[in-house]
């Protein structure tokens, strides 16, 4: 039998499916743009050309300086030779034509030939001070929507062409243009490349705000814990950019983010940097004291007064059972019931207007706990432990932080009215496991804890002086020193 011997067959490489490049005409934009009231169409009949562009996008002074006065009473040959100025960028992507007009700029139609000129004003509030972030001293500017406007404050600031700038967008319909800032030869360019990816890999149809974002390219988006620095403060994020971190704006959001971060970081303020060192210090051991005490102080009366009688000093014990003697319900639900309370006059004192906001968190809270005590609703010390605790949340920078850590507080006095003080050690440790195994940007978000950096303590939990911090923090995985000023 004669064997058949198979032939090589040739295999044609897969075509690349590329997009139909439809060139720019008059009617396709109007077309595309139909039953826009906004849109205004304007025709020079002796100059042959026609001008689209969305009236309040543009502004009256930059529409008279490129279009109106230089193509009103000229010819069409006068026409084509104004049409080489630089500022008319021809377009031969339709695409890009409705995309322009989209962004502001004015399509000009002329002689089967698109060009756009940009005439955007954009509108918005001049740059002020953060609401949020407010500190005493240092810069008292903040960011606002504008996008140029943020990044022409971190130019200003980091007079440096190692800064380098990463464009890109997000949303299928919102189009929202997001800018990556990092600094050359300092950052580890693995972020870079990894931040990038996850916004280039985000399918959503709109993206508006930073917040937004971020929940789009966390580590663990079921985490309560915030994981990327969200500042107003520009000079936070310069300081984040030169440490080797990578910062990101959005269009349109007066905040920006930097990472990667680490949970320490939600516990520091520009501020602290502002003011000698030993103060410094001092505030952040503060601000870790009142993280405490707002985890778990509540949640320590509930398990006292449910278990542990034994723990109060005998000269309390009388006047704590005198006032819980008329209240009707156990500890736990008498905590969560005024916890809950403190919430709502919070949360009515930030939706408020400011003047009516502040009167009603300082004169609600006094009449409500006042008024609870006095009808046996709960005991003098419950109030004096709720207040402090939430003082206490107050003293941390971060609202997204002291957001998370008030909401845990719930659970803590829950197991600590089942359990005890067994229940806040299981608590605490639930927590503490947690964080454990939190990433952020694939680096730990205990850092300098888990993995152990001596060195990052000195600009953890205290605020060393300028001339020990002589190298960068270590999750930025970068060696480099920083230049500081010799020790006299």
Known sequence: MQLLQEQPVAVAPPVEQTEEVIPPSLDHTLDQFTDCADLVHRSFPKANLDVVY?????????????????????TESEAALRLTQSQYMPVNNSKDCIKGILNGKAAIFFQDVAFLVDISHPIGRSIAQSETETVITGPHDGFVENLVHNLSVVRRRIKSSHV???????????????????????????????LRDRIQQIEVDSVFETNQLVQLIDDNPNSLFPQFMTTERPDAICSKIVAGRVACFVEGSPSAFSCPTSFFEFFSSPDDYYQRWQLGTALRILRIIGFLITMIFTALYVSVTTFHYEMIPHTMLLNLTESRSKVPFPPLVEA?????????????????????????????????????????????????????????SFVIPSYLMSASIRLIRFGIIFLAGILGNFGIIVGVGLVVIHLSGITNMGTSYLTPIAPISTYDWLDTFARGPFWSLRKRPSQARTNNEVKSRPRK
């Open 164 to 194: 380098k700038t990463v464009t890109l967008e997000v949303g299928e319909v919102s189009k929202t243009i997001v800018v990556l800032v990092y600094m050359e030869d300092i950052v580890d360019m693995s972020f870079v490349q990894m």
């Open 336 to 392: 969560i019931m005024m916890e809950t309370t403190i919430e709502l006059l919070r949360e009515a004192g930030a939706r408020l207007p400011s003047k009516i906001g502040q009167t009603i968190g300082i004169v609600g809270g006094i009449v409500i706990g006042q008024a609870a005590v006095q009808a046996g609703f709960t005991s003098n010390i419950l109030i004096i432990a709720v207040a402090l605790s939430a003082i206490a």
């Open 54 to 74: 969305f009236a309040f996008l543009v502004g009256n002074d930059e529409f008279l300086r490129d279009i109106a006065m230089p193509f009103s009473d000229v």
